[in-house]
């Protein structure tokens, strides 16, 4: 039985710390998904094609990565690509509790579905992709934040 798990957020804009988490977690699954999650609260600052067509190409090469976007209950984007894991990257201590919250409602919702942590490695722990909006709407430099066709694609907006 394939090990399928999805790696659900906005991804708005998708980061190296985001790159760090998937990069590792790859010996732990068969097929990553990432889930682009529509929130109805946010608007992203780059549309779902975008985010979708950085994530292909950063992974071209990798067949085990694919993304897929979704709006709902992530345990139903679950059950729509068969993933039995969910994954989660951890910064802080503050981010455990959250997610831990967010995992027991899903494992309540279906309890087949298993949430991974991963906690990112130190030099990432500041980059959230909200932090990375504030420096590119600021024109600050976000290049050290940002995978190169991502920062390219800013640089060009």
Known sequence: MQRICLFPGTFDPITVGHLDIIYRSLDLF??????IGRNAAKVPMFSEEKRVDWIQSIF?????????????????????????????????VNDFEYEKAIADMNRSLDHNIETIFLTCLPQYTSVASTLVRDVIRNGGD???????????????K
């Not at 068969?30 to 889930?35: A, H, P, T, V």
């Not at 934040?145 to 060009?156: E, R």
């Open 30 to 35: 068969d097929k990553l998904y990432i889930g």
């Open 142 to 156: 976000a290049s050290p934040f940002l995978p190169p066709i991502v920062n390219q694609a800013v640089q060009n």
């Open 60 to 92: 071209k090469d990798e067949p085990r990565v694919d993304s897929v976007v979704y709006e709902g209950l992530t345990v139903d984007c679950c059950k729509r690509v068969n993933a039995k894991f969910i994954l989660r990257g951890i910064r802080y």
